[in-house]
Each structure stands twice: as structure tokens, then as C-alpha cells.
């Protein structure tokens, strides 16, 4: 086991090593010249003795290769460079706005796990009646609505109308409740049918009548039923917390969550490359990290797939 | 029935307990000495001397020695000056018993303390002539400053009084003698004081309490940032906040405004005309280089309908490209009115023959152009849609392409475009600054005007101009260079833009000031904010 592991994580740094080598490319293939969106950014007019004070500045007259040796080496040391916009460190504005996205991403994670499996239990019992095919209405129609929309819906009901949630901003606890709901809302969609349908499936087997005729209760036979249904949507769920991170975008911004996503997205507008370059990064290393623990946890629980990662 | 008598029960809980809020909400509202502005963006750096943050946060912490009003330059921290019949020297007399809010007296010293580190920043501030004009400054005494210009630069008074970069900040804020590099601390002499800030969230300024002049008559000012249009109206129609207040789009729209002015429910304020929006026509390309085209193209669009379509009528049809309002711009140049039939004539004179595509052709070349747009702006995009159906009467092919603000700034540059929308700086910046920027290779002006035949010539007597001593040779120098470029049909003129302001029924005092990048916050206050 312990060789299994150790070679998933060696296998891990060619991969990173990789992504950041494609990502500093992609950056550099970028019709924008990287001196003159640092000097724009900051409202300065870019003449030709600004540009190449700022080239100097910023490195960018030195090879290609050297640039990108030179951004690893201070990544390995913790240095992601420096903010075009505000010359400030951009690991200390990372570390800055992953608080609030991990917040809002756990929220939404708790909504969803809470959700779906409630939405997923109440289809099942019901299966082809009326509450069944409301939820399954429901849950289309959560599949079918843009982000934006649904949290601009979600804002207007509950904070305009009712007065019951701010409108948006990070201020207190009940300030999450709204842009984590809209976040979480087509994956609850998602997971509610991948859990349904597993249950409906598993409701049918053998086994079930069986635990019928011996005669176990309501509750218990229903326990089985969930636990033998939780397989796939685990794996996906456990992809689920990066893919959160990284999908907050438009929630942020609509609700002014000071988050990664928000970041990200005043990076993109202002071509803010140094920012643009450590977030995808970043969420390199969460997806690489969070497939690397369910691997290692599916390994743990089915000693078959250890054997088939050594061959 | 249990069932139901329950939930009806926990309804009316809610209910209960959302207008108890309201009715909290309404007890403190009586009250209020803190008004909520909303905007799109963070307050950022707030360095006066550099250009990465706010404009109107840094208006209300940092003061300049002389100000911009409706009236022309009034004293701020200067309280009077002298200037020496050859217009090269400046003598400032400061005003006594003013002390930044660290406690750092305002004197000579801090004064040439500043302006060493604007001019240590020069490449940084190449839009503004003024920088490179000032030769020496000094300190004659304690309250008495002087300085002194390479030539007898005559917009010297309105650039010192422009929000950046000639503002004053507290010596303890430099950072080993500079302020190029960041700041300390953000520590003005003005009506406010920057108390907290968080990044992307909110920043919270507070009364200056010590402050030389009029107080200002709220407590507080905070400014939250919410970065989408439609949150910042639902939060309006929620009560979270009071003001909402920008130019060109950059708040709100002109659907959300109409929108938000017939419902009654809030006061809308809408400025003097304030700025210029025009097409840029790009004389440096295949099609528009023939000047026959571009004067073809003024009578082609019709103004009118897209300041009553697009601007919903909030603002005045333009016929030249900066108002006459502005000075030394009354110079009576001819209006070019909607007429698609003259235009139509006009490109057929030239040889522009229409095909039997529809589409007009001189010479193989094919009356194509390409519109390009800042894709973020929504309003340009329709504005272009009205434009490109204009055009397509006169046998000319239009394409609108929207694209990123970077790459829209990235084909400025280059000039890699036919039209362009453009928008000028407005008061006080007009005539001076806007000209003046003409002559930067990286703006779109420049490009578009590299084709003219006297570009050179524009671009030198524009630098004479700013150095020009002689007031009646100036006017003469503009009407010279206004009637030049509105000859040659560089501009379409579309309208002269305005500020718009919303705000709650209950802040009062809400109002413009001369630029559109200011909001005069100190001179707001809420119907039962306590007497100071």
C-alpha cells in the first residue's frame, strides 16, 4: 500500500510540472503584451520608456525558458509574483481569498449533500408518484437554470421581498446562505438523480426482498438500500469540493463574495497574468490533490485496484 | 388540518418577524449618519500620486492647492496666489493652521515634498504636459511656496487642481522620500479619512473632525463594492444602499435608470453635459483614409435617433466633437445633420459605386469597416447596432466586433480598426488634456489621426498651445486645430455625456461636481441626519 501511495505522488510532480508548463505558455501566447497590460492596468499612458522600464521590471526581456525557470523557482519558494494591478504579493492575495471560497464552497457542499440526499430518498420512496415527478420537475428545472439567473431569483425573493438575507457581501453568517444555495444548486440536481435512480435500482434487487421477507423494518431496509446506492455519488462528490472552487465565478461576482473566483475573474478583465498563472495553478494542485486522495481511498477500501495500479 | 393550522402558524412567524426587521430598520433609519454608496469597483490604491485606485475616493481624503469649480480655479489649500507677468512663476500663499489627520502640519515643506515626488515620477504622468513643465520648486517660508515652469504653461492652475496626480499627502506617508513605489498610509488634509478598508469588501471613511473647511454633514461614508449592475439595483430596492452614481454605464445603465425613474420610489439626477462621445473613423485604413467617406459617414448616422433610442433622450444631440460650452470651444463650426441621401451622393461622387450586392466599391475595394467595441459596455454594443443599420442604407458593410477591454485598449494602439467608439475626459480636462493626449502614439486618437495629411502639424501646434502665453493667440490656436479636425471628419460627434445619479428618497444634497470622475459625498445628508 505504502508503495502505491509513494508512486501516486511521484507520479503527481511530472503532472504539475506539466500543467504549469502549459499554463505560463498559454499566458505567454496571449496577444497582449504582458508590460504594457501592467502599465494600462494602472491607468498609465504606455509610452515607449515606460514599456521598457517595465519590461526591465518585470523580466520580461530576458529567453522564454529563463522566465519560466525563474517563476518555478520562486513558486517552490512560495513566491507567485506580483499583482499587475497593485504591485502586491499574489500568494498573500490567494491566501487572502481562499478563506471565503472554501467557506462558501463547504456551504454549498453541506446544501448539496443535505439536499439530494433528501430530494434522492423522498423520489425513491415515492417512485412514478406525484411527489416524484414534482421533485424530478424540480430538479430539471435546476439542471436548466443558468447561475446568474437563479441567484438574481434567489436575491430577489429572499432579500428584496422577504427581508430575511442581505443582498450580498461577506457580512455574517447568513450572508453565505443565498450565493451557496445558487452554487450548489445544479449539483444538487446532478447528484439527487445519480442517487434516485442508483436507489430505485437497488430497491428492486433480490436482496431487498429478501431483507422484506425477514422481516426487518421500513428504516432498516431503506439504510441498506441508501448504503448500497452511495458508491458513484461519493466518487463524485469527493470531485466535487475542487470543481465547487473552481466554478464560483459567476456566483461571486453576482454576490460580491470577496473569493478565488472574484480574483480570477478581475484578473482575467485586467489581464492580470501573474494572478491568471497561480490560480490555475492553484486549482492544478486541488483537482491533482483531491483525485490523488479519492484514488488512495478507493485503493484503501477495494485492494483490487492496488493490484491493478501495479500492473 | 393540524397540518395546515401549523404551517399557517409558522408563516405568520416570518411575516412577524420580517416586518419586526423593517420596523428596526425604520427606527434607525431615523437616525442615520452613515450613507451607503455602492460601486462596481474597490476604492484599490488610493496613492494621489498614482493612478491605480478611485478617483473619487482619492477626491475626498487628498486635497490640492487650488480647485475646480463651475466657476473656474478657486482656492483650496492655497488661499491666494500670484503669478509673474511672464506666466512662468507661481506663488502660492498656503493656508495657515492646517494639519494632515496624522497630526504633520501642512506647510512649504510638504508642499515641495510632494511635488519633487510627482516629478521624480515623470514617465508615469506622461498625459499630463504640466509634469514636464515644472522646472524648480521651492520653499520661500513656511506658508509661501513657489514654482516655477520651463514655459508659461497656461492650463497650470486646472491640472494643479485635477484629482490626480497634484494632491497633497502626509509627509509620514512617503516611503524613503517617494510615493512612485506605494505609500504607508493613506493621510490627506480633506473632509474625510479613510478608517478601514477591506479589499473587495467595503471601505469606511469617517469625518474629518479637525477639517479647515465646511464639515461634512454626514458622519460616514461607506463605500461597498459590488461588482454586478443588477445586484447593486436589488440592493437599492432592498434599502442596503443609498447612492448609486457614475458616467457612461459604468454604474448604470440607461434601461436601469429609465427604469428606476419611473418607478417612482427613488430621486434621479442627471449632470450638465460633461464629456464627449463620438466614432473615432480610423484615417489610416483602406476604406475611411478617403476623406470623402468620412465626411459621407457624418451625414450617414443619425445622431438623434440614437440619443432618443440608445440614450433614452438623456442627453443632447452633438454637432461638434466637444461642446461649446467647453471653453474655447464656441467656435461655431457647421453642424452636419442626418441626411443619408447627401451622404449616399457624396460617396457616389467619390467613385464609391454600389454594387449589385448592395454594398459600395471603389477600385476593388469593397466599403467594409469594422466597429470595435469594449464588449464590458453595454450600451456601445446597441449604440453600434444603430450605426451599422445607418451605414447599411448607404451601401457600407459594417461589422460590430465586441471584444475584452485589454485587447479594445491593444487595437488602439495598434490602430487596427476603422471606427472606434470614444468618449473624452470631460471637465475640467477638456479642451487641454484631451488634445493633449492626441499626441500619445498608444491612443486611438493618435492613430486614427496618423492619416491626416497635417497630423504633424496638429501635434506640434498642440505643444505650442499648452505654452502659448497670449490668450487671444491661444483661441486662435484651437480655433484652428477644432476646425481642422472637424474638416477633415475624423469624429462623428454622437452626444455630450452626463453623470446620473440614484439615491434614496431620504439623502438629500446629492449633486455633481465639475468632473464626472468626483461625487461630492461631504455636501450629502439624510432628511433627519443631527445637526453638527
Keep these: ?311 | 388540518m393540524r397540518k395546515i393550522g401549523f404551517v399557517l402558524a409558522a408563516l405568520i412567524c416570518c411575516l412577524n418577524i420580517s416586518a419586526c426587521q423593517n420596523d428596526e430598520k425604520s427606527t434607525a433609519q431615523a437616525q442615520r449618519t452613515e450613507m451607503v454608496y455602492a460601486s462596481t469597483k474597490d476604492i484599490r490604491i488610493i496613492n494621489p500620486h498614482l493612478y491605480s485606485g478611485e478617483m473619487a475616493a482619492q477626491n475626498m481624503v487628498f486635497e490640492p492647492l487650488v480647485v475646480n469649480t463651475p466657476e473656474g480655479v478657486k482656492p483650496c489649500l492655497a488661499e491666494s496666489w500670484e503669478i509673474s507677468p511672464d506666466g512662468r512663476v507661481y506663488t502660492f500663499h498656503l493656508r495657515k493652521g492646517v494639519t494632515f489627520t496624522d497630526g504633520a502640519p501642512f506647510d512649504a515643506a510638504a508642499v515641495k515634498l510632494n511635488m519633487d515626488a510627482i516629478v521624480a515620477n515623470k514617465p508615469r504622468h506622461a498625459w499630463l504636459d504640466m509634469v514636464n513643465e515644472i522646472e524648480r520648486n521651492e520653499v520661500v517660508d513656511t506658508h509661501t511656496y513657489r514654482l516655477v515652469l520651463k514655459h508659461p504653461y497656461y492650463p497650470t492652475l486646472v491640472e494643479l487642481g485635477l484629482v490626480r496626480p497634484f494632491r497633497m499627502i502626509s509627509p509620514n506617508c512617503f516611503i524613503n522620500g517617494q510615493t512612485k513605489d506605494g505609500v504607508s498610509g493613506y493621510v490627506g488634509t480633506g473632509p474625510w479619512v479613510l478608517t478601514e478598508h477591506k479589499d473587495k469588501q467595503y471601505a469606511l471613511f469617517t469625518a474629518n473632525k479637525n477639517y479647515w473647511g465646511a464639515q461634512p454633514k454626514l458622519q460616514a461614508v461607506r463605500w461597498r463594492v459590488m461588482p454586478d449592475h443588477q445586484t447593486i439595483m436589488l440592493a437599492l430596492q432592498k434599502g442596503e444602499i443609498d447612492l448609486v452614481f457614475g458616467a457612461d454605464g459604468d454604474m448604470l445603465n440607461m434601461d436601469a435608470f429609465n427604469a428606476l425613474q419611473k418607478e417612482g420610489k427613488y430621486a434621479t439626477l442627471i449632470s450638465k453635459p460633461i464629456a464627449s462621445r463620438a466614432i473615432l473613423l480610423n484615417a489610416h485604413q483602406p476604406v475611411t483614409k478617403d476623406r470623402a467617406v468620412r465626411m459621407a459617414l457624418q451625414y450617414a448616422v443619425n445622431k438623434q435617433a440614437i440619443v432618443d433610442g440608445v440614450l433614452n433622450g438623456t442627453e443632447s444631440v452633438a454637432d461638434t466633437l466637444i461642446s461649446s460650452t467647453v471653453p474655447y470651444c464656441d467656435l461655431g463650426l457647421p453642424a452636419r445633420g442626418y441626411d443619408p441621401a447627401k451622404a449616399a451622393a457624396m460617396l457616389e461622387a467619390a467613385g464609391w459605386k454600389l454594387g449589385p450586392d448592395g454594398l459600395r466599391a471603389k477600385d476593388g475595394q469593397k466599403a467594409i469597416v469594422r466597429l470595435y467595441y469594449n464588449s464590458q459596455n453595454a450600451q456601445e454594443r446597441t449604440l453600434a447596432e444603430y450605426v451599422q443599420s445607418d451605414l447599411k442604407k448607404v451601401g457600407i458593410e459594417m461589422k460590430i466586433i465586441g471584444e475584452e477591454k485589454q485587447a479594445f485598449l491593444d487595437r488602439q494602439r495598434t490602430g487596427d480598426f476603422e471606427l472606434q467608439y470614444s468618449l473624452s475626459w470631460g471637465t475640467p480636462y477638456d479642451p487641454q488634456s484631451y488634445l493633449s493626449s492626441w499626441r500619445i502614439p498608444a491612443h486611438g486618437d493618435y492613430q486614427a489621426q496618423v492619416g491626416m495629411e497635417r497630423k504633424e502639424w496638429l501635434d506640434k501646434t498642440i505643444s505650442q498651445l499648452m505654452i502659448e502665453p497670449n490668450e487671444a493667440t491661444r483661441k486662435a490656436m484651437y480655433k484652428e486645430i477644432l476646425t481642422y479636425v472637424h474638416d477633415e471628419g475624423v469624429y462623428i460627434p454622437i452626444s455630450y455625456s452626463r453623470t446620473k445619479a440614484v439615491h434614496s428618497k431620504a439623502l438629500q444634497g446629492v449633486g455633481f461636481g465639475v468632473s464626472q470622475y468626483e461625487v461630492p459625498f461631504e455636501k450629502m445628508y439624510f432628511e433627519n441626519t443631527p445637526a453638527r
Design chain 1, 1 to 311: 500500500m505504502k508503495a502505491y501511495i509513494l508512486r501516486r505522488l511521484l507520479l503527481t510532480i511530472p503532472l504539475l510540472l506539466g500543467i504549469s508548463f502549459v499554463s505560463f505558455v498559454i499566458i505567454q501566447l496571449s496577444p497582449s503584451d504582458p508590460a504594457e497590460v501592467a502599465v494600462r492596468v494602472n491607468e498609465i499612458v504606455p509610452t515607449d520608456e515606460v514599456l521598457a522600464l517595465t519590461r526591465e521590471q518585470l523580466g520580461l526581456n530576458k529567453p522564454f525558458m529563463t522566465r519560466y525557470a525563474d517563476w518555478m523557482c520562486a513558486v517552490a519558494q512560495g513566491d507567485l509574483g506580483r499583482r499587475y494591478v497593485d504591485n502586491k504579493p499574489v500568494a498573500q492575495e490567494l491566501a487572502r481569498a481562499l478563506p471565503p471560497t472554501l467557506w462558501l464552497a463547504l456551504t454549498a457542499t453541506l446544501f448539496m449533500a443535505v439536499c439530494s440526499v433528501g430530494m434522492a430518498f423522498l423520489c425513491a420512496m415515492y417512485e412514478g408518484r406525484t411527489v416524484d415527478y414534482l421533485l424530478r420537475s424540480f430538479i430539471f428545472l435546476g439542471t436548466a437554470t443558468p447561475g446568474f439567473w437563479a441567484g438574481l431569483l434567489l436575491m430577489w425573493l429572499f432579500s428584496v421581498k422577504l427581508n430575511w438575507l442581505p443582498t450580498s457581501g461577506m457580512q455574517g453568517a447568513s450572508s453565505v446562505i443565498l450565493p451557496a444555495a445558487t452554487l450548489s444548486l445544479s449539483y444538487i440536481s446532478t447528484y439527487a438523480r445519480l442517487l434516485r435512480n442508483s436507489m430505485v435500482l437497488n430497491k428492486q434487487k433480490p436482496s431487498v426482498l429478501y431483507a422484506r421477507a425477514r422481516g426487518l423494518t421500513r428504516g432498516m431496509i431503506w439504510r441498506h438500500i441508501f448504503r448500497n446506492s452511495l458508491q458513484s455519488t461519493l466518487t463524485g462528490l469527493g470531485m466535487s469540493l475542487p470543481k465547487l472552487m473552481a466554478g464560483t465565478f459567476v456566483v461571486e461576482t453576482i454576490f460580491a463574495w470577496p473569493g478565488l473566483g472574484w480574483l480570477c475573474v478581475t484578473a482575467i478583465f485586467n489581464r492580470d497574468f501573474p494572478v491568471i498563472q497561480a490560480y490555475v495553478l492553484l486549482m492544478a494542485v486541488m483537482f491533482v490533490g483531491c483525485n490523488l486522495l479519492v484514488d488512495i481511498l478507493c485503493a484503501v477500501i477495494d485492494p483490487r485496484l492496488r493490484a491493478r495500479g501495479q500492473a
